[in-house]
Nanobody, 123 residues
Framework: VQLQASGGGLVQPGGSLRLSCVAS????????IGWFRQAPGKEREWVSS????????YYADSVKGRFIISRDNEKNTVYLQMNSLKPEDTAVYYC?????????????????WGQGTQVTVSS
């Protein structure tokens, strides 16, 4: 299994970015894809999660109403649309997957990690 994340960059406060996570190697759709982030000097925290089979979505309170997680099953890709970005959203963002579940929220339960992509929100 491989997860390939991309889409990070530098954006001004109030701006938008879309992250992508391409998943490969799964033998079924019985897994969840999540996004985590880690700011300098802080622990990695959960941001959002999506059930690949059911399409159910979940968000941390800090991003609810601003971020949207979605999937394109034909492309095996999960997206994180980030709107109304704030400086405190600055972090390295990681996509992650946990098999046999509809939601992934805890780093200790993650089965697979993608590489990180840097998001910087600054004027």
């Amino acid at each position: 299994v491989q997860l390939q994340a991309s889409g990070g960059g530098l954006v001004q406060p109030g701006g938008s970015l879309r992250l992508s996570c391409v998943a490969s190697g799964f033998t079924s759709d019985n897994y969840a894809i999540g996004w985590f982030r880690q700011a300098p000097g802080k622990e990695r925290e959960w941001v959002s999660s999506l059930s690949v089979s059911e399409g159910d979505t979940y968000y941390a309170d800090s991003v609810k109403g601003r971020f949207i997680i979605s999937r394109d099953n034909e492309k095996n890709t999960v997206y994180l649309q980030m709107n109304s970005l704030k400086p405190e959203d600055t972090a390295v963002y990681y996509c992650a997957a946990e098999e046999g579940t509809i939601v992934v929220v805890a780093t200790i339960h993650v089965d697979y990690w993608g590489q990180g992509t840097q998001v910087t929100v600054s004027s």
